[in-house]
């Protein structure tokens, strides 16, 4: 009898269920039925009429797919577009658009680095981040966290080209990376700094324009950043923001933008309509953080531990997995959507709740979202 290719996942299924930690997919609604705390739309731009309407206009005048990639049919004048505001926005020279953030971290992680480039990766970098060195082939020290002398050592170590991997702001706790700081110990050694902007992008710097604009970096001839345009431009996306040159290069010799097909013209033009309308009212971003600090402050007098929020994350820990796994489901009984993240997701052992804010939130709705999570908590 024919051996069977895919007998070993029963035991790998069987392992979860024993440790609880089986995911489920869990498909909304369109309507909005639960106060949401666990989606990244950190500016209520998903739903904003404008950002919908830019999206149903470009998809009826282009199509609704790009119908190739970037080089051959899939760039669009509104791609252009998108590319030239948000190279301006955030203060880079030159900006190049993919698929998804993921495909832009795994672009340009594997374009800017070459035999013999030393990648020093923060050790709770995001998954595509670490996916990304280890697609490099290069050789990959994983520093401690947020530790900028880890940095210098491993780079001093090293004889050869250096780039330093980080994230602006971390997925999990919602802590920020210690960028100025990071970036002086990459130019002391002749090193490049890759950050990933996800959670900054449209939260962190004046109106919203970034990690890198708030930390005095953009546009430096030695700093790349990447971003999502998912979270809170509100539509999809990624892009890769640098020099010329460097955005240059990537057109050549990133896989992921020379071999995928482009954005399509819906989620495009969504975002440009998110940026435009960001640039408008920049008061949003600085409301978003707010909301976060405000999270945090009541969660943490009604007696939970939290860490605070360098951005719109948070986290609320957790005495165990199982514990977690309750404490969202009575939240989600209760009307409000949290994120639950356990083992091996947090890189610290620790379940939590995390939470996201949203700059569109209420008084009201923060109050509500606070007893519901202080009323569900685990008690002993």
């Known amino acids: 009898m024919p051996h069977d290719p895919f007998d070993w996942m029963e035991a790998h299924a069987e392992r979860r269920r024993d440790a609880g930690l089986v995911r489920t997919l869990r498909p909304r609604p369109p309507e909005q039925t639960l106060l949401d705390l666990a989606g990244n739309d950190y500016l209520g731009l998903a739903r904003h009429a404008e950002v919908t309407q830019a999206g149903a206009d470009a998809c009826l005048r282009w199509g609704a797919g790009s119908t190739g990639s970037r080089l051959v049919t899939g760039s669009t004048q509104l791609h252009a577009e998108l ?8 203060g880079f020279e030159a900006a190049l658009v993919f698929a998804s953030g993921y495909a832009a971290n795994l672009a340009a992680v594997t374009a800017l680095t070459r035999p013999g480039t030393l990648i020093v990766s ?6 595509s981040l670490i996916d990304s060195c280890r697609l490099s082939r290069a050789r990959t020290d994983v520093a401690p ?7 210098r050592k491993a780079l001093a170590r090293h004889d050869g080209p250096g780039v330093l991997v980080s994230d602006s702001v971390f997925s999990v706790d919602g802590d920020a990376a210690p960028l100025p700081e990071m970036a002086a110990v990459c130019r002391a050694h002749g090193a490049a700094l890759l950050v990933d902007d996800a959670h900054g992008l449209g939260v962190l710097g004046s109106g919203g324009r970034g990690a890198a604009s708030a930390a005095g970096l953009a546009g430096a001839p030695d700093v790349v950043c990447t971003a999502t345009l998912s979270k809170s431009l509100g539509s999809q996306g990624g892009v890769v923001l640098g020099p010329a040159r460097v955005i240059e290069h990537l057109v050549n010799s990133a896989r992921t933008f020379i071999f995928d097909t482009a954005l399509a013209p ?30 945090y402050d009541r969660l943490t007098v009604a007696g939970l531990r939290s860490v605070a929020p360098d951005a719109c994350v948070l986290s609320v820990l957790a005495p165990s997995a199982e514990a977690a796994v309750r404490w969202a489901a009575a939240c989600r009984t209760a009307g409000l959507s949290v994120g639950c993240f356990r083992p091996p997701s947090v890189p610290d052992g620790i379940s939590r709740l995390r939470l996201t804010a949203r700059g569109d939130l209420t008084d009201e709705q923060i109050a509500e979202a606070v007893a519901v999570i202080v009323r569900a908590a685990p008690t002993g």
Do not use: Q
């Open 145 to 151: 966290h947020r530790d900028p002398e880890a940095v």
């Open 266 to 295: 819906a989620a495009a033009g969504a975002a440009l309509a998110a940026l435009r309308l960001l640039r408008r009212e920049p008061d949003r971003a600085a409301r978003a953080r707010g909301v976060a600090r405000e999270l």
């Open 83 to 90: 590319e030239a505001e948000l190279a301006a926005f955030c």
């Open 122 to 127: 923060d050790e709770v970098n995001h998954a």
